[in-house]
């Protein structure tokens, strides 16, 4: 089993910036997937970006340079800082633990609002 706690959501103007964090703990194994997906009502869940602990790094097409995601393996923590947010940036973003072996594993979900 794998535990994600999530934190750094909230309310924010057009273009400013938030800073999501998300720590694991549990039965980590590697190679792994630690990343973001957010999601809004009546659609589905898709991925924002995700980093292996190798460092390969994959983004959601919409993110177009605004959001950089980092990991630090010693405390198997990952964090998004996202700038420039937009109002259609608005969800709820969920963290995600995958690996082939043992699927995936989701954190309980953080508010992120963009608004004036």
């Known amino acids: 089993q794998v535990q994600l706690v999530e934190s750094g959501g909230g309310l924010v103007q057009p273009g400013g910036s938030l800073r999501l964090s998300c720590a694991a703990s549990g039965s980590i194994i590697s190679p792994n997937f630690m990343g973001w997906y957010r999601q809004v009502p009546g659609k589905q869940r898709e991925l924002v970006a995700r980093i292996t602990n190798y460092g390969i790094t994959n983004y959601g097409d919409y993110v177009q340079g605004r959001f950089t995601i980092s990991r630090d393996n010693a405390n198997n923590t990952v964090y998004l800082q996202m700038n420039s947010l937009k109002p259609e940036d608005t969800a709820v973003y969920y963290c995600?633990?995958?690996?082939?072996?043992?699927?995936?594993?989701w954190g309980q979900g953080t508010q992120v609002t963009v608004s004036s």
């Open positions: 995600n633990y995958f690996t082939t072996k043992a699927g995936h594993y």
